[in-house]
């Protein structure tokens, strides 16, 4: 089956904040996608104050180990570059401070956040505690019937200037994103989005309360085994079969666009929290290579490994 956590995670730590405060949109750039085994090769931030873009900081920071040509190539930074740049225990007080108490915004901040949070525990430094705003789950509720979130699709969205070729190095994206943001925050203020509430958001809770019933659709889905360990496991399993294809499916548009007959897509999805009510007769696996576990344990950490299982 295919289980989800129903709503976006727009904002995470929120402290309930108003929305005119001070913040800093970031992006790494890694050697790779696990927090374990790769490393953060480059930094890339702006500062956000009354508006505007305040401030700027990029460095490089060595990951004493050689990149691949994959990374080279996808990131346009040189070896060289990073041979040179700071160590990873020096960048941090620079990253600490250009942060301060300000709310952080990333595109995807799950994985920057978490990378981040990563190396701080590997050094015993503290993990962040600072309100976190991600765009993608941002731009996922203010836009609903899109389908495309990537960070060049929101920015042709909101009409950001946005170059493939100059993309993917920290500082070009973390800049894109601030320009995107300010706009996503202008219509999440004045309730011009898809959002069937059409909240006029002034705190960042009321940005996380753009949430709805739908959300689920937008979420990412996981992989999960369900077996019955008994009779009334089976029953249990029958019941969350037929609420995962009447109440949670998701329709992704047709098998041959083109044919007007053909038949519509759809995928049945179900809540982790159904799950949970109904798991005493029955036995969870995480599943294949898609499941909650085998993510974490590929590119997450120790800690979020052993509180997962």
Same mark, same amino acid.
């Given at each position: 089956?295919?289980?989800?956590?129903?709503? *976006?995670?727009?904002?995470?730590?929120?402290?309930?904040?108003?929305?005119?405060?001070?913040?800093?949109?970031?992006?790494?750039?890694?050697?790779?996608?696990?927090?374990?085994?790769?490393?953060?090769?480059?930094?890339?931030?702006?500062?956000?104050?009354?508006?505007?873009?305040?401030?700027?900081?990029?460095?490089? !920071?060595?990951? %004493?180990?050689?990149?691949?040509?994959?990374?080279?190539?996808?990131?346009?930074? %040189?070896? #060289?570059?990073?041979?040179?740049?700071?160590?990873?225990?020096?960048?941090? =007080?620079?990253?600490?401070?250009?942060?301060?108490?300000?709310?952080?915004?990333?595109? $995807?901040?799950?994985?920057?956040?978490?990378?981040?949070?990563?190396?701080?525990?590997?050094?015993?430094? =503290?993990?962040?505690?600072? =309100?976190?705003?991600?765009?993608?789950?941002?731009?996922?509720?203010?836009?609903?019937?899109?389908?495309?979130? %990537? *960070?060049?699709?929101?920015?042709?969205?909101?009409?950001?200037?946005?170059?493939?070729?100059?993309?993917?190095?920290?500082?070009?994206?973390?800049?894109?994103?601030?320009?995107?943001? +300010?706009?996503?925050?202008?219509?999440?203020?004045?309730? +011009?989005?898809?959002? $069937?509430?059409?909240?006029?958001?002034?705190? +960042?809770?009321?940005?996380?309360? *753009?949430?709805?019933?739908?959300?689920?659709?937008?979420?990412?889905?996981?992989?999960?085994?369900?077996?019955?360990?008994?009779?009334?496991?089976?029953?249990?399993?029958?019941?969350?079969?037929? !609420?995962?294809?009447?109440?949670?499916?998701?329709?992704?548009?047709?098998?041959?666009?083109? $044919?007007?007959?053909?038949?519509?897509?759809?995928? =049945? &999805?179900?809540? &982790?929290? !159904?799950?949970?009510?109904? &798991?005493?007769?029955?036995? *969870?696996?995480?599943?294949?290579?898609?499941?909650?576990?085998?993510? !974490?344990?590929?590119? &997450?950490?120790?800690? #979020?490994?052993?509180?997962?299982?």
């Amino acid at each position: 089956m295919n289980m989800v956590d129903p709503d *976006l995670k727009i904002v995470t730590n929120s402290d309930n904040r108003a929305l005119n405060t001070d913040y800093v949109v970031f992006d790494l750039e890694t050697s790779g996608l696990s927090s374990r085994y790769d490393q953060i090769i480059e930094f890339g931030a702006v500062r956000i104050h009354n508006g505007y873009i305040s401030d700027k900081l990029q460095f490089f !920071i060595n990951p %004493r180990l050689k990149l691949s040509a994959f990374t080279s190539a996808m990131t346009n930074i %040189r070896q #060289e570059d990073v041979d040179h740049g700071l160590l990873m225990i020096e960048a941090f =007080p620079k990253i600490l401070e250009f942060f301060g108490k300000s709310v952080l915004i990333a595109q $995807n901040a799950t994985f920057d956040i978490g990378f981040l949070n990563a190396k701080l525990t590997e050094y015993n430094l =503290p993990e962040l505690t600072n =309100p976190v705003i991600d765009t993608l789950d941002l731009a996922r509720a203010l836009n609903k019937e899109k389908k495309r979130y %990537r *960070l060049g699709n929101i920015a042709k969205l909101y009409k950001v200037e946005y170059d493939e070729n100059v993309a993917h190095r920290a500082d070009y994206d973390a800049d894109v994103t601030a320009q995107i943001f +300010l706009k996503m925050l202008y219509s999440a203020q004045d309730g +011009l989005n898809d959002a $069937n509430n059409q909240i006029k958001c002034k705190t +960042l809770d009321d940005l996380q309360s *753009l949430n709805d019933s739908d959300s689920f659709k937008k979420v990412m889905k996981k992989h999960i085994t369900l077996l019955a360990k008994n009779q009334d496991g089976i029953k249990d399993l029958f019941k969350l079969v037929s !609420i995962s294809h009447t109440d949670y499916l998701v329709f992704s548009g047709k098998a041959n666009s083109k $044919n007007e007959n053909d038949e519509f897509i759809a995928e =049945p &999805r179900i809540p &982790r929290d !159904i799950i949970t009510h109904y &798991r005493k007769n029955l036995l *969870l696996g995480s599943c294949c290579l898609n499941g909650e576990i085998f993510e !974490i344990a590929a590119n &997450r950490t120790q800690k #979020e490994l052993d509180k997962a299982i």
